[in-house]
């Protein structure tokens, strides 16, 4: 099987910068997402990456190294409402999305 | 535009009845697939249907199953409900994958 690697648990101050690494199984890669979940609502897309390199989103950033299997999403400027579960999942080979369980994040005034 | 609406949002059931969730995808969208997360296991990948078909499947119990419609509507069901089934099941609908999946808001399953 394939195994997504995200820290459970994460915190920081608003106005702070915070980086939640990920890290996959290179084998039968085909893609990244990056979704949002806030407690008791639906995941929201925020970001895909398929090339190695960064890709910028106002407040949010994703990066990819397809060579060492890892991926971090870069949160500027934190908000409150920035407060949620971060999912990092990964397209395998035949097109099915595998997510990790998932880092919460609180953000802390 | 609608998103994608799930139905019913909540629900009880007891242990050894069967369930039938209902998913709606956006309007154009073929492709949808069902996930079940739980506080421990995260999203567990269910199934996907594309066109009627069904195009893969995860690692769940025969007891899980799903089907398409020709407009593109999504049913999923389970047989012999066991407590471990509680869970919030999702759906997401896509156009293709450099789209994204678009996740309805889930059903609440809670096994009694």
């Known amino acids: ?109 | 535009k609608a998103g994608v609406t799930q139905t019913p949002r909540y629900l009880i059931k007891t242990r050894g009845q069967q369930v039938t969730l209902s998913c709606s995808p956006i309007s154009g969208h073929r492709s949808v697939s069902w996930y079940q997360q739980t506080p421990g296991q995260g999203l567990q990948f269910l199934f996907e249907y594309f066109s009627e078909t069904q195009r893969n499947k995860g690692n769940f119990p025969g007891r899980f199953s799903g089907r398409q419609f020709s407009n593109s509507r999504s049913e999923m069901n389970v047989s012999t409900l066991e407590l471990g089934d509680s869970a919030l099941y999702l759906c997401a609908s896509s156009l293709g994958q450099l789209n994204g999946y678009t996740f309805g808001s889930g059903t609440r399953l809670t096994v009694v």
Request: aromatic fraction near 12%.
């Open chain 1, 1 to 109: 099987g394939q195994n997504i690697d995200q820290p459970t648990e994460m915190t920081a101050t608003e106005g702070a910068i915070v980086q939640i690494n990920c890290t996959y199984q290179t084998s039968g890669f085909n893609g990244l997402f990056w979704y949002q979940q806030h407690a008791g609502e639906a995941p929201t897309f925020l970001s895909y990456n398929v090339l190695d390199g960064l890709e910028e989103k106002g407040r949010f950033s994703s990066f990819l190294s397809r060579s060492k299997g890892y991926s971090y999403l870069l949160l500027k400027e934190l908000q409150m409402k920035d407060s949620a579960s971060y999912l990092c999942a990964q397209v395998d080979n035949t097109d099915k999305l595998i997510f990790g369980t998932g880092t919460r994040l609180q953000v802390f005034p």
